[in-house]
């Protein structure tokens, strides 16, 4: 069974930073393109991942994040990471991690699992 747990969402003031953990199993995690989606309670998720890796580590970041998050997988712990820095007000959402094997496409519509997601405020 493939699982997905995401945990490190919290809430945090304007300028902060937060690190998200997704530990992924049931699935050869090496072989996997991994992405970070976050959707605002009430709208519709953003399309797009905001942040991916691909299986062979190549990232992709969406313009709203680039040069603030960063995304990173530990194969031995077979867990994605996000670090997320200079977090504003806009940056609150659910976060959610998801897995492909469609690599180089971040379209949430190529990802095949996901994880439940955690949630992440930022208050000015």
């Known amino acids: 069974q493939v699982q997905l747990a995401e945990s490190g969402g919290d809430s945090v003031q304007s300028g902060g930073s937060l690190k998200l953990s997704c530990v992924v199993s049931g699935l050869p995690f090496g072989d996997y393109c991994l992405g970070w989606f976050r959707q605002v309670p009430g709208v519709e998720r953003e399309l797009g991942a905001i942040a991916g890796i691909s299986d062979i580590g190549t990232t992709s970041y969406a313009e709203s994040v680039k040069g603030r998050f960063t995304i990173s997988k530990d194969y031995a712990k077979n867990t994605l990471f996000l670090q997320m820095n200079s977090l504003t007000p806009e940056d609150s959402a659910i976060y959610s991690c998801?897995?492909?094997?469609?690599?180089?496409?971040?379209?949430?519509?190529?990802?095949?699992?996901w994880g439940q997601g955690t949630q992440v405020t930022v208050s000015s």
């Open positions: 998801a897995a492909s094997q469609a690599c180089g496409r971040w379209s949430a519509s190529d990802f095949a699992y």
